[in-house]
């Protein structure tokens, strides 16, 4: 389509057949039992029971993502099995009150939900810990490396001056025998110094390794942008340096608006394109006085320092208004995409107890904005 940006798509493959195939045996039937249920005797032992309970729990746990506008992912699934069968309280306490407040749930808070939960298995925060430990070890052991090597050359250098002492002393085997020895020892000296100095070359590359690392536990491999965990620390520093310098902070929370049709009609090629191409229109306005990052599914954050959450809702405004006035289509077969638009919950952050309690306010908003029509902006009441 003239004009419009393109968006290629592909069909989704793989994920939904293992899951298709995880939820036969679930329910307790294969392919062909699928095929051949109808012409089989209903049978009232404790193995049909059983048969016909996974498959209710199956049906309700279809009924839960679709109702909850989810999409058909392992997390989601896991999270869903979790609830309804009540194996995890945690996650049932949590959806529960969720639910409460907000009515539905969304894909990007069962990741976050889901990262909380498994506290036993490697997060960005837990990477992020281990490289702490493994950087502060580097830097003691660089420290002793560094303090051996010059005791080695000391060493080496007050041997060498030895030998030029014993040399000039004739006629004695006694000192021609320490002369030879010593030159060993000066050589062995040689040979560690190197050693010392290739080690620190590879702890040095080492080093170099972990920032890399580090730096891909905080960012979001698909958009590129920072993810939930950097923006957390990037949120603390610029409170406090609002705080210091009297200057004002806002946050928004933007949301696409039917991300889950986007996925379903084109596939999650192109919902993944679609989401890489919102967090470029979002990130164009990213500077070191206003942070960008993936918080996790299809939604987003922003971090305004020097702006009002009156500015901040009319700079969030003016990205939705481009977005939903584009042309997408996708390149695979020029079919123009339905309208892709987003919703956003703003709040400013100094007029709250804590950073925390201002996310939630901007949260709050943002669903309002959903409630309300989607593909609006919408600014939290300061006594929220």
Not at 102 to 108: A, E, Q, S
Not at 164 to 169: A, N, Q, T, V, Y
Not at 245 to 260: Q, Y
């Amino acid at each position: 389509m003239t004009g419009g940006t393109t968006i290629s798509a592909s069909p989704q493959h793989g994920l939904t057949d293992r899951l298709a195939r995880w939820a036969r045996g679930l329910s307790g039937r294969s392919e062909e039992d699928q095929e051949t249920d109808t012409q089989r005797p209903r049978s009232g032992s404790a193995s049909s029971r059983e048969i016909n309970r996974r498959r209710q729990l199956y049906a309700d746990i279809g009924d839960f993502l679709f109702a909850h506008d989810l999409d058909l992912t392992p997390i989601n699934f896991s999270v869903a099995l979790d609830y309804l069968t009540g194996a995890n309280i945690g996650v049932e306490k949590a959806i529960r009150a969720v639910m409460m407040e907000r009515g539905k749930i969304t894909n990007g808070w069962i990741e976050t939900l889901a990262a909380e939960q498994r506290s036993d298995e490697v997060t960005p925060d837990s990477l992020a810990a281990m490289l702490d430990k493994v950087e502060e070890n580097l830097s003691t052991f660089t420290g002793l490396m560094h303090e051996s090597r010059n005791s080695a050359k000391s060493y080496g250098a007050a041997l060498q001056e030895e030998a030029k002492e014993l040399e000039g002393r004739d006629g004695e085997p006694v000192l021609a025998r320490l002369v030879g020895l010593t030159r060993s020892m000066v050589e062995k000296t040689r040979q560690v110094e190197g050693q010392l100095r290739e080690n620190q070359k590879q702890t040095q590359a080492l080093k170099s390794s972990l920032e890399n690392a580090r730096r891909a536990a905080e960012h979001d491999h698909l958009t590129g942008l920072p993810n939930r965990r950097a923006f957390e620390g990037v949120l603390r520093e610029e409170v406090k340096a609002a705080q210091e310098n009297g200057e004002m902070l806002s946050v928004a929370f933007c949301d696409i608006d039917h991300f889950k049709n986007i996925n379903d009609t084109h596939g999650h090629d192109t919902g993944d394109r679609v989401l890489k191409f919102v967090a470029g229109l979002l990130a164009k306005a990213s500077n070191d006085r206003c942070h960008v990052a993936r918080h996790g599914g299809e939604e987003f954050v922003m971090l305004f320092r020097g702006k009002s959450a009156a500015d901040t809702c009319k700079a969030v405004d003016d990205v939705r208004e481009d977005l939903a006035g584009r042309s997408l289509v996708n390149r695979t077969n020029g079919e123009r995409m339905e309208r892709v638009s987003f919703s956003a919950g703003v709040a400013n952050v100094l007029a709250f107890d804590d950073p925390r309690a201002a996310l939630k306010a901007a949260d709050r908003a943002l669903y309002l904005a959903k409630e309300h029509g989607r593909n609006r902006v919408y600014l939290a009441a300061e006594t929220d």
